[in-house]
């Protein structure tokens, strides 16, 4: 796939990214776990100039040597396929969606969809500033890397009870149980989850259910992403 080159906004980076698997290894060994519960196996992979801002990663369904990506704010609406050597496998655009601050990326079953079909579920919820007062999550069904060029994306708008957080981290439970954590640079972490079932276009507010500390963390105990497993 192709993209228009002259619709792909460039914010003046230089130079590849980095795969984010490899910085999450910063949080192996943190506040919030008693042991190191990740070990690192490589160096860091550089990624394709086309992902030079990844932010959220999440695994390709039944294809444990690629992930998916996708890019910070500002750019296009886009998720990457890359392999472990970090070669790009294919783009796909995402219809119906803003990258106005996409920061994590989970994926999980949605029967309403049917078939057994996988959806992805994209974090519009950055915000750095503390302004925001649109985020929201993008559930796409999940493509095939190097087949689907694009995809259409359903939007459930959300709001905090508690006014803005910056929030870049996403995890789905089974039963498409979407929970969020606050980063933590500006306030305490925290976590909050969305109650009951997914609403397209109808701003839903979060539950904040814990607090996990009370004074804000510094660099590199912020927390900039977020995973499940079914054990």
Same mark, same amino acid.
């Given at each position: ?12 980076? =230089?130079?590849?990214? !980095? ?11 943190? #506040?919030? !776990?008693? /042991?190191?519960?990740?070990? +690192?196996? $490589?160096?860091?992979?550089?990624? #394709? ?5 990844? $932010?959220?990663?999440? *695994?390709?369904?039944?294809?444990? =040597? ?6 910070? $704010? ?36 949605? +029967?309403?969809?049917? %078939? ?19 985020? /929201? !999550? ?14 259409? /994306? ?29 980063? %933590?640079?500006?306030? #305490? ?7 009951? #079932?997914? =609403?397209? *276009? ?20 912020? !927390?900039? %992403? ?6």
């Amino acid at each position: 796939m192709n993209l228009d080159g002259a619709r792909r906004r460039r914010r003046g980076a =230089q130079g590849a990214g !980095v795969l984010a698997a490899a910085l999450a290894l910063v949080g192996c060994t943190g #506040p919030f !776990v008693a /042991a190191p519960v990740c070990t +690192p196996t $490589s160096g860091l992979i550089p990624l #394709p100039p086309e992902a030079r801002e990844s $932010s959220g990663v999440e *695994g390709v369904a039944g294809d444990a =040597q690629a992930f998916w990506t996708h890019n910070d $704010s500002g750019w296009d609406a886009v998720l990457f396929a890359v392999d472990r050597e970090g070669r790009l496998l294919g783009e796909v655009e995402v219809e119906g969606a803003r990258n106005r601050d996409w920061e994590d990326l989970a994926a999980g079953p949605c +029967p309403e969809e049917g %078939g057994g079909a996988r959806c992805l579920y994209i974090a519009d919820t950055g915000d750095n500033r503390l302004v925001r007062t649109d985020p /929201a !999550v993008y559930r796409v069904v999940e493509p095939v890397p190097g087949r689907d060029e694009r995809v259409r /994306a359903r939007r459930f708008p959300i709001r905090l009870p508690h006014g803005p957080r910056d929030m870049e981290a996403l995890y789905v439970l089974p039963g498409e149980r979407l929970f969020f954590v606050t980063k %933590g640079r500006a306030g #305490p972490v925290e976590l909050y989850r969305y109650p009951g #079932p997914l =609403q397209e *276009g109808v701003p839903v507010e979060l539950e904040r259910i814990q607090t996990l500390t009370r004074p804000p963390r510094a660099f590199p105990s912020l !927390v900039t %992403g977020a995973a499940s497993h079914p054990q």
